[in-house]
T-cell receptor, first 113, second 113 residues
Framework: ETGVTQSPTHLIKTRGQQVTLRCSSQ?????VSWYQQALGQGPQFIFQ???????GRGNFPPRFSGLQFPNYSSELNVNALELDDSALYLC????????????FGPGTRLLVL | QQQVKQSPQSLIVQKGGISIINCAYE??????FPWYQQFPGKGPALLIA?????SEKKEGRFTISFNKSAKQFSLHIMDSQPGDSATYFC????????????FGQGTELSVKP
């Protein structure tokens, strides 16, 4: 059984650019959630996907969007990057039947200059 | 009502001692309370979790104590070891919001040899 994987591990972008982060869910899981973790803070929920549809969203603007694919992998897209978007982006997978239980990947460290 | 408040912000414990981290919540609809351990540069790892129908759950050296009336829960690490040095996050979620975890601010634990 493989765990949650994310790519890339690190990324540097400039303000105004767009970025795509990728996640592969743990085997057997059917939900994927994305979180943003600023330095020294707890993770903040961005959104969750289940059956390829958004299934809940946190207080993030529409320029944060996502996709879930039939194989339960996922993408997080962020448009018009701002300096405050610099953070660790975490993907977590789970089973819709075990709501709440989620397993996190190692994250992608994004730096916006 | 969505907040989870965690204390202390940092904690220093001698090897072999007991580490205690506390969390308080406001939303009585929360029905799942996990604790995560995070090492620098890594994603959060699920340690132990509890649901409000029990007052205590123990797994190895880790114990969650849950007080529903006080809306508080805590993590106890018995026989703390230097390898336990990490940041610990409490979190909460409720059934109707699927995988949305609300995290505390984190506690940086340092176990001295």
């Amino acid at each position: 059984e493989t765990g949650v994987t994310q790519s890339p591990t690190h990324l540097i972008k400039t303000r105004g650019q767009q970025v795509t982060l990728r996640c592969s869910s743990q085997s057997g899981h059917n939900t994927v959630s994305w979180y943003q973790q600023a330095l020294g803070q707890g993770p903040q929920f961005i959104f969750q996907y289940y059956r390829e549809e958004e299934n809940g969203r946190g207080n993030f603007p529409p320029r944060f969007s996502g996709l879930q694919f039939p194989n339960y992998s996922s993408e997080l897209n962020v448009n018009a990057l701002e300096l405050d978007d610099s953070a660790l982006y975490l993907c977590a997978s789970g089973d819709q039947g075990q709501r709440g239980t989620q397993y996190f990947g190692p994250g992608t460290r994004l730096l916006v200059l | 009502q969505q907040q989870v408040k965690q204390s202390p912000q940092s904690l220093i414990v001698q090897k072999g001692g007991i580490s205690i981290i506390n969390c308080a919540y406001e939303n009585t609809a929360f029905d799942y309370f996990p604790w995560y351990q995070q090492f620098p540069g890594k994603g959060p790892a699920l340690l132990i979790a509890i649901r409000p129908d029990v007052s205590e759950k123990k797994e190895g050296r880790f114990t969650i104590s849950f007080n529903k009336s006080a809306k508080q829960f805590s993590l106890h690490i018995m026989d703390s070891q230097p390898g336990d040095s990490a940041t610990y996050f409490c979190a909460a979620s409720h059934y109707n919001q699927g995988g949305k975890l609300i995290f505390g601010q984190g506690t940086e634990l340092s176990v001295k040899p």
